[in-house]
């Protein structure tokens, strides 16, 4: 069976079932700050889990492609992907437990075929702190479902200290086992939905001795157990509770959320606790033999054909996205800038010689997906446009900056730490990413200087700082009306640009005097006519629809994961000002702002020119 049968039973399956199929959201997700990319099945549906009508009714299905860039880093082992698939079907007040638990295990035994004695499953614990009780109703239903397919489910309590004990359901505290947007119970705000969850595991089995070959060797295995011996495969959220001022209540309407990762349920049919091997990859990996003459299979390091085959699918789907993102220095363009430059330094490890490698791989991974996600073959041209360019460009980084990284480390040995000098040499005359820097000398038992890196990078951001107040002459004039006008609108010609024109687009500085402001911005080329009518109108919508301009102090850290903008070069104190225009424009700033984007009366671009290397600049009025 295949992975893309796997995922058309499933839609179907649910489709049988009343369920609306609805396609894949984009992976760069509209209307919300607080991240890059759409990591999961659930962030598209968050408005109508929260009480919005869906469309397309109360039972909805489909498969959600997702980028989670915080795992670029643990790619390499045989489970791990930065892009994958999440099977979801949801009820928006419908259905309930009764109904969720036996359609999946169904789905699971009797459409795709798994063993039901290899899975295994996990229900909420309960907090009687917070007056919620045990699930006890799920488990109780998981175990009628295994005792229809002749099998004695018997519930564990606490198998993290006393391991299987010949257990199929188990209870796990809320860290494990309840959803919110807010995380573990304590940390729900008053109005915040969630509730607890099962998730589903398939057991490699005991034989494989993977459990007995890992670090966790001297512990329990248990379903949660990190050991590899058992893989989740779906989850069922049931959002039944909401967060009061004192307490948590039950909801009127009661939601479920399932998510299964179809790679993962893959790797289960075939039984083999490497992800890599299912089909999805299989002509990857082929094309990676074929071009290295090396044997995945045989090969004692498996990391390098793992990472290639991941990131290279990331990039296609990134790139051919219809929001598509493109490499380049700045938030969502850069994940895919390092997850290609990852991508060709582990080519490297593999001796990869053939002039344009990248494109070779694309190809099969556009044609695997064609049917599919349509959307790729229809920007299959800029995919390979935007590969090429990129391996051209970081070729020559990549071989000086690793020679000049070699004569670093020459005299170091394990446990040395590398000094921050060489690593910001490399990063800012070699253009040598810093974390990649990190990965290769942890490789060799090294570390970078961490402080010292921070402490070069303050100096960095102060020069930078002085250079832009002197070209600016202050950034603002004065703190006047008109100014304070004209320094709100630049916030909103901020958003519009990277709306309108590019999503990488970060602003490199900014004039504002009481007759008009002046904004210079990322971008290689001139701004086309309509692209200006359009910017203008988009602001100019903006401001008609009178969006109140709020203000918020938090951690910097914390501002920049909300997703705020922040001026490219600039240095900021540990805590900053976040100005947010509705659910339009959020960013750092030190103000002064409008109350609201009526005051602003209508915006007028006057001029757009070049005013350096990649910059350009735009000046506009009020009227």
């Known amino acids: 069976m295949t992975t893309d049968s796997i995922r058309s039973s499933y839609l179907n399956f649910y489709k049988t079932r009343d369920h609306a199929i609805v396609p894949s959201a984009s992976l760069v997700p509209e209307n919300d700050p607080t991240t890059l990319f759409t990591g999961s099945g659930m962030q598209p549906m968050i408005p109508y889990l929260l009480g919005a009508k869906h469309p397309e009714g109360t039972r909805i299905v489909d498969s959600q492609k997702c980028i989670r860039a915080q795992d ?297 997906y064609k049917e599919s996600y349509p959307e790729l073959t229809k920007h299959a041209s800029r995919i390979y446009d935007e590969l090429m360019l990129e391996e051209e460009r970081f070729k020559s980084t990549l071989e000086k900056g690793l020679k000049k990284l070699s004569e670093y480390t020459a005299k170091l040995v394990a446990g040395d730490l590398l000094p921050s000098s060489a690593v910001f040499e490399l990063y800012s005359t070699y253009g040598f990413p810093i974390e990649m820097t990190r990965e290769i000398v942890k490789e060799r038992g090294i570390a970078i200087d961490e402080v010292g890196v921070g402490e070069e990078f303050k100096k960095h951001q102060e020069i930078s700082r002085n250079a832009a107040l002197g070209k600016f002459k202050g950034g603002l004039a004065d703190n006047t009306e008109k100014t304070t006008r004209l320094h709100t609108a630049t916030h909103l010609l901020n958003e519009a640009l990277r709306i309108i024109v590019d999503p990488n687009i970060r602003q490199r500085g900014s004039n504002i005097r009481e007759e008009r402001l002046r904004f210079d911005f990322n971008l290689n080329r001139k701004l086309a006519d309509d692209e200006i009518k359009k910017v203008e109108g988009l602001i100019n919508e903006k401001i008609a629809a009178k969006i109140p301009v709020t203000k918020l102090e938090m951690p910097l850290e914390e501002a920049l994961e909300t997703g705020a903008q922040s001026e490219f070069g600039a240095r900021y104190p540990k805590r900053v000002t976040v100005y947010s225009i509705g659910n339009f424009s959020k960013e750092i700033c030190g103000g002064p702002h409008v109350a609201n984007t009526s005051e602003l009366r209508q915006f007028k671009i006057t001029k757009e020119e070049s005013c350096g290397a990649g910059v350009r600049r735009i000046k506009a009025i009020l009227i």
């Open 72 to 368: 670029i880093e643990e790619v390499g082992d045989n489970r791990h992907t930065t892009f994958f698939e999440m099977l979801g079907n949801w009820s928006l007040g419908d259905y309930f437990k009764k109904e969720q638990i036996p359609w999946i295990f169904k789905f699971l035994t009797g459409e795709i075929g798994l063993d039901p004695d290899r899975l295994y499953v996990t229900c909420f614990r309960g907090n009687s702190a917070i007056n919620i009780q045990k699930d006890e109703e799920s488990a109780k239903i998981w175990q009628e479902v295994f005792a229809e397919a002749s099998l004695n489910a018997k519930i564990v309590d606490h198998p993290e200290t006393r391991g299987m004990q010949n257990g199929r359901v188990f209870y796990y505290d809320e860290t494990k086992n309840w959803w919110s947007r807010s995380g573990a119970p304590s940390h729900m705000p008053a109005g915040e939905p969630g509730g607890p969850d099962s998730e589903m595991f398939w057991d490699f089995g005991e034989k494989r001795g993977l459990h007995e070959r890992s670090t966790f060797k001297n512990t329990p295995c248990h379903v949660n157990c990190d050991c590899g011996r058992f893989l989740e495969i779906g989850n069922s959220v049931f959002m039944e509770y909401i967060k009061t001022d004192t307490d948590f209540e039950k909801l009127t309407l009661q939601n479920v959320d399932f998510g299964g990762g179809l790679e993962r349920i893959s790797a289960a049919r075939v039984d083999n606790p490497d992800i890599f091997t299912i089909d999805l990859f299989s002509g990857v990996i082929a094309r990676i033999e074929e071009i290295t003459k090396q044997s995945y299979k045989d090969a004692k390091d498996k990391k390098p054909f793992r990472v290639i085959a991941d990131h290279l699918r990331a990039v296609v789907f990134l790139i051919g996205d219809e929001r598509g993102v493109n490499p380049s220095n700045t938030d969502r363009g850069y994940i895919v800038r390092r997850l290609l430059r990852r991508a060709i330094r582990f080519g490297r490890h593999l001796n990869i010689q053939e002039r344009q490698w990248l494109n070779g791989i694309a190809e099969i991974i556009v044609s695997l």
